[in-house]
């Protein structure tokens, strides 16, 4: 190779076999498409953006200004755009909470797609490419940098902090999509220097447009940095338009009122650590794969392949430090992990492969296994303590008297298929390069499944505020006007039922006749002159907080009880 500093990857070319497209895109359904069906918007960040969506949607808030309830949010509006726009071009056919996960599922199967292609184009420059052997025998460039390509998507859908926050329909999924596609396209500059140039234009005022205009111009700078150092001449004629794209997305800021700073620095040692705890957590496996990238590559730091990648976490670590740890910061650092995990891959010893084989193989088939078992406490009643555990977590769930067979099916194919899993990696030695991260992959893939299956009733019944709402609905009529100052996915939920005109406190009419306030149980009941209590109603899941509600004195007459 004529790079000046030697590849420590040794890889030959039946380590190089690529993971069969029918086994890649069956996991890639199994991880994205479960909790797309069957399930109302959880709280809290995903029903708050759900019911300015569907604010928008239906005449309620101006499109260029969303409110819910009359609050506004943080400006990101391409998101709340996007959920809007697909209730309204599927209404009346589909549910609004189905149209809205739709395309943010489609955005999770971008960035999916989007640190494939990033890794594979990065892993076919020179520097990164295998040493080659003196009679021959290393894996060619295009089997490597699709083996690589593998297990860099392995790794992201084996990182933890994915699984939920990436099934969500909120603007930081938006955000994911768009980081993922900077780090594609300053891989592609040096083939594709004209689609890197769109990309990037279309890109960073997007991320401006989506409520991270200052991550935009940050991503910007160290891209534009990342460039000029470049060896490619195509890359540094990039930088130009970086510039261009940055200050787009300044103007689209500036128009959109998207300027706001969440930052929360941490003030102790206390909260460091917390902070580094929900970290190791959130992005493992990915972290300690990266770390092994950035020691044997140390050599090559400045090379495109760790550079790339590198250069977004130099933006993203910061920004999480500096807005306190903040978990949506955390999932936007996923797609450059994962890219860097790949590059670990050619150079870890057999025995690492093997332990991260046992704990996956252990874990995961515990975790399948109690899943197993309290699906057969809901659904046929043995054993009969984890339903009872439920129904005291969550009082007034029903459990369902039968299991329908588009629960059953998937769970049980998934379930088969992780044991032939388990036992294909287990029972003879494989070589591929992505081998080690094919486990966590499944595994996690298998455990989403089949909560999002087989636990979906008990689980929708608990992270929904739908049984919140029917419990109020009794006590305020159809069509009354109510005033609150609860917090956003509250609102939300009164507002997405439909079924009465709801304000928050600030801009509610002076005459609207009903109330709904939540309060500690362990504090006094509010004494609040001019109105009466009409009710008090609690949360199901919640043992903290009771909610009142209120009908104005002299007002329309009290709802039924």
Same mark, same amino acid.
């Given at each position: ?103 943010? #599922? ?109 991550? #935009? ?220 991260? #094919? ?123």
């Amino acid at each position: 190779m004529s790079s000046t500093q030697p590849s420590p990857a040794l890889v030959t070319q039946r380590a190089a076999a690529r993971l069969p497209r029918w086994a890649l895109w069956s996991l890639i359904a199994a991880y994205v498409l479960p909790g797309v069906l069957g399930r109302d918007p959880w709280r809290n960040a995903d029903l708050t953006a759900y019911g300015y969506m569907w604010s928008l949607a239906h005449g309620q808030s101006p499109w260029l200004a969303p409110t819910l309830g009359g609050a506004h949010p943080d400006a990101a509006l391409l998101p709340h755009w996007l959920g809007a726009a697909a209730i309204w071009l599927t209404t009346p056919w589909l549910d609004a909470a189905l149209a809205v996960r739709l395309p943010f #599922a489609l955005l999770l199967g971008a960035c999916l797609g989007g640190v494939w292609y990033a890794t594979y184009h990065l892993a076919r420059t020179e520097p990164a490419l295998p040493v080659a052997f003196a009679f021959g025998g290393e894996a060619s460039e295009v089997d490597y940098a699709r083996a690589l390509a593998d297990g860099a998507l392995l790794a992201l859908m084996a990182s933890l902090g994915l699984l939920e926050l990436g099934h969500e329909t909120t603007p930081e999924l938006m955000q994911l999509a768009l980081v993922t596609g900077l780090i594609w396209a300053l891989a592609v500059v040096p083939k594709r220097p004209s689609l890197a140039r769109t990309a990037v234009l279309l890109l960073l005022p997007m991320l401006a447009a989506s409520g991270a205009p200052a991550l #935009a111009l940050m991503l910007a700078l160290t891209a534009a940095v990342v460039c000029a150092l470049s060896s490619h001449a195509t890359a540094r004629a990039l930088v130009p338009w970086l510039a261009l794209a940055a200050l787009a997305a300044v103007l689209v800021a500036l128009g959109l009122g998207a300027w706001h700073w969440r930052l929360v620095a941490p003030d102790d040692a206390r909260t460091l650590l917390q902070m580094a705890r929900a970290g190791i957590w959130f992005t493992w496996p990915v972290w300690p794969l990266a770390l092994w990238t950035l020691w044997r590559w140390r050599r090559q730091l400045r090379k495109r392949h760790i550079s790339v990648p590198l250069a977004t976490l130099a933006v993203l670590v910061p920004a999480w430090l500096a807005m306190g740890g903040s978990d949506r910061v955390m999932l936007l650092m996923l797609p450059g992990l994962a890219v860097l995990a790949a590059f670990a891959l050619p150079t870890f010893a057999r025995g690492t492969g093997a332990a991260m084989d046992w704990f996956s193989v252990f874990f995961f088939t515990a975790a399948a296994i109690a899943v197993w078992v309290v699906a057969a406490s809901i659904y046929l009643g043995v054993p009969a303590q984890p339903l009872a555990n439920i129904m005291r977590l969550a009082p007034g769930f029903k459990a369902p008297q039968t299991i329908s067979l588009w629960v059953l099916v998937p769970a049980l194919a998934a379930t088969i298929a992780w044991l032939a899993l388990v036992r294909w990696r287990t029972a003879r030695h494989r070589h591929a390069l992505w081998k080690m991260l #094919a486990l966590p992959a499944g595994g996690v893939a298998l455990t989403w499944l089949l909560v999002m299956t087989l636990l979906m009733p008990p689980l929708n019944y608990a992270r929904s505020l739908a049984p919140w709402v029917n419990r109020v609905a009794p006590h305020v009529p159809a069509g009354a006007c109510v005033q609150t100052g609860l917090p956003p996915p509250f609102v939300a939920a009164l507002v997405t039922a439909d079924r009465w005109q709801v304000h928050t406190k600030l801009v509610a009419p002076t005459d609207c006749g009903f109330s709904v306030s939540r309060w500690r149980m362990d504090r006094a009941q509010p004494v609040r002159p001019g109105w009466q209590l009409v009710a008090l109603v609690r949360q199901p899941t919640d043992r903290q907080y009771i909610t009142g509600v209120w009908r104005r004195e002299g007002g329309s007459a009290a709802a039924p009880k």
